[in-house]
């Protein structure tokens, strides 16, 4: 059950950077695996490529499929919608930051 509250609250988060990452440069699903791991998270790949597509579906994301190594990785960017919702939830993230920090 703790874990499951964890993982509702925590999805903000990591949505968030997601965005930032692929912001910056396209992101594929393992490096993002790895990324968040560095930062705690723990996430598998079955449930990382779902909060993908849906930011995909959602217009937060967009997908390019490029050939690497002789397999399709799918490379995700940062669309206008998702750096405009991205620019919002890190004034916001801000904001509570500054309001609990010690």
Same mark, same amino acid.
């Given at each position: 059950? $703790?874990?499951? =509250? *964890?993982?509702?609250?925590? @999805?903000?988060?990591? +949505?968030? #950077?997601?965005?930032?990452?692929?912001? $910056?440069?396209? =992101? *594929?699903?393992?490096?993002? @695996?790895?990324?968040? +791991?560095? #930062?705690?998270?723990?996430?598998?790949?079955?449930?990382?490529?779902?909060?993908?597509?849906?930011?995909?579906?959602?217009?937060?994301?967009?997908?390019?499929?490029?050939?690497?190594?002789?397999?399709?990785?799918?490379?995700?960017?940062?669309?206008?919608?998702?750096?405009?919702?991205?620019?919002?939830?890190?004034?916001?993230?801000?904001?509570?930051?500054?309001?609990?920090?010690?």
């Amino acid at each position: 059950m $703790e874990n499951q =509250i *964890y993982r509702k609250f925590f @999805l903000g988060f990591i +949505q968030i #950077h997601i965005l930032h990452h692929a912001q $910056e440069s396209p =992101i *594929y699903g393992t490096w993002m @695996l790895e990324e968040l +791991q560095e #930062h705690g998270y723990q996430l598998s790949a079955g449930t990382l490529y779902p909060i993908l597509h849906n930011m995909e579906s959602n217009g937060l994301l967009e997908k390019e499929e490029r050939n690497v190594d002789g397999r399709i990785r799918k490379y995700y960017t940062t669309t206008e919608k998702g750096a405009a919702v991205l620019k919002e939830a890190k004034a916001k993230a801000y904001e509570l930051f500054k309001e609990i920090k010690d």
